[in-house]
């Protein structure tokens, strides 16, 4: 019996001889995947004059849209620059061009992955399934997921639930754990909104009860609200996580020049001044300081600088 590549390659042989494309149906795709993994992402970069970054329009205040709508700002996004101007050094490109592309917390992994975005840095977790599809850059920010909810909701933490609504941004890992912990919780609903924003906003409205994200992206979007103190931040994180700059798979020199990049702005102290702007200083689009104290987890990984997930 003629195994699964034999008979691929003696069909490829028949369509060549009649004079089909059959053959590169087939079996091209891999052979120029390949190819593409081997030239690397700089040299994509070089060929093109242009490196493509991914960003964010509401993860305030890692990569969003303040004022210009064709200008991300934001912590992740100067540091997203700082990589720019290394792949500058490295290529010789001093005039390289940027293309922005918007990404989602849906397609973000499968826009890096394929190679339309070259680099992504906003507010992705470095986990170990998502490692299976794209690598990660040294870490940058630890996250503890928790609540968002009115001040006189009577929420305090997650065993406040019960029968309530709640929502939370399709496509995170606060998502999949709360919908793995939904029953136990006893949780009424579960509503999945397309970003940030739009999690808010159903908070806002009262059509949930409590908006369940990442700590510091919650003090965000209660940065852009009309009365930011009718709004607190409450419970215990169950779950505490990496962010990291997101590029394909396997590219170990770009991935060198993004690392390098990153560390360089720690080990400069750089990154406090840019921490300062950021996290404690009054921010666009409201000129809101959110007051985000840095945390000790985040000093020990500005130290010590890596990869893993935890």
Known sequence: MKSKYQFATLLCASALTLGLSACSDNQAPNHQQSGEKASGTLNKIKQSGTIVL???????????????????????????????????????????????????????????????????????????????????????????????????????????????????TAGTTSERYIRQHEKELGIGEIISAKDHAESFLMLQSGRAAAFMMDDILLAGEKSKAKNPEQWEIVGTAPINEIYGCMLRKGDTEFKQVVDDAIKATYSSGEINNMYKKWFQSPIPPKNINLNFAMSDDLKSLISNPHDRDQ
């Open 54 to 168: 991914g960003y964010r329009d509401s993860s305030i205040p890692f990569s969003y849209i303040a004022d210009n709508p064709n200008q991300p700002v934001g912590y992740a996004h100067d540091l997203q620059l700082k990589v720019v101007e290394a792949v500058k050094q490295k290529l010789n490109l001093p005039d390289l061009k940027i293309r922005y592309n918007l990404v989602t917390s849906q397609n973000r992994i499968p826009l890096v992955s394929n190679g339309t975005v070259d680099l992504e840095c906003g507010s992705t977790t470095n986990n170990k399934e998502r490692q299976q599809q794209v690598d990660f850059s040294v870490g940058f920010f630890e996250v503890g997921s928790r609540l968002l909810t009115a001040t006189d909701s009577g929420i305090k933490d997650f065993s406040d639930l019960k029968g309530k609504k709640l929502v939370t």
